[in-house]
Nanobody, 114 residues
Framework: QVQLVESGGGLVHPGGSLRLSCAASGTLFSDKTMGWYRQAPGKQREFVAYITISANAVYADSVKGRFTISRDNAKNTVYLQMNSLQPEDTAVYYC????????WGRGTQVTVSS
């Protein structure tokens, strides 16, 4: 069965950094465009970034220049390096395939607060 396990979240001060990881199991990861999404309290889940199998990346305007998505196909893992974090980045972060999505994981909580 397909599983997505996100990790690396936490509490960080404004301007701080975090690196999120998403490990995929039970699926053929290496042929999928993978994305990160986030859901803030009271809001709908929104797109953050995606990375193609050839490692081309696209970012939401709100995170461009601050976040970097990467992938390690040998480890079935996708990463999100988040720098210059701001309170508006507070959300639960999820990963999934951009198309042919599998069941969502539990996500990882990112809280940016002074």
């Amino acid at each position: 069965q397909v599983q997505l396990v996100e990790s690396g979240g936490g509490l960080v001060h404004p301007g701080g950094s975090l690196r999120l990881s998403c490990a995929a199991s039970g699926t053929l990861f290496s042929d999928k465009t993978m994305g990160w999404y986030r859901q803030a309290p009271g809001k709908q889940r929104e797109f953050v970034a995606y990375i193609t199998i050839s490692a081309n990346a696209v970012y939401a305007d709100s995170v461009k220049g601050r976040f970097t998505i990467s992938r390690d196909n040998a480890k079935n893992t996708v990463y999100l390096q988040m720098n210059s974090l701001q309170p508006e980045d507070t959300a639960v972060y999820y990963c999934n395939a951009v198309t042919s999505r599998v069941p969502w994981g539990r996500g990882t909580q990112v809280t940016v607060s002074s």
